[in-house]
Nanobody
Framework: QVQLVESGGGVVQPGGSLRLSCAAAGSRINTNFLNWFRQAPGKEREAVVTYLNGRTNYAESVRGRFNIYRDSAKNTVYLQMNSLKYEDTAIYYC?????WGQGTQVTVSL
């Protein structure tokens, strides 16, 4: 089974940027099928970036601010997050089919 490890979270001011990484280990993956989710305090986990029917889909709340980059050679996917808002504060998880990473905390705060 593939193991997923997220990194790159932290504390950033509103309007700032962060880049999250999700590295897969244990087997080679098709990076197209690695998706990003997040869970804010007191809320359900929601999809941020998903891949379906050959297309990458961004949640409406992040469209135009977040971009996903896939590096198949490194078995890694990156989530570039720009123009961060308070409401982007959450634990961010990557998911590959039934495998989840442990999550990385993103906090947007002054």
């Amino acid at each position: 089974q593939v193991q997923l490890v997220e990194s790159g979270g932290g504390v950033v001011q509103p309007g700032g940027s962060l880049r999250l990484s999700c590295a897969a280990a244990g087997s080679r993956i098709n990076t197209n099928f690695l998706n990003w989710f997040r869970q804010a305090p007191g809320k359900e986990r929601e999809a941020v970036v998903t891949y379906l029917n050959g297309r990458t889909n961004y949640a409406e709340s992040v469209r135009g601010r977040f971009n996903i980059y896939r590096d198949s050679a490194k078995n890694t996917v990156y989530l570039q997050m720009n123009s961060l808002k308070y409401e982007d504060t959450a634990i961010y998880y990557c998911k590959y089919f039934s495998s989840w990473g442990q999550g990385t905390q993103v906090t947007v705060s002054l």
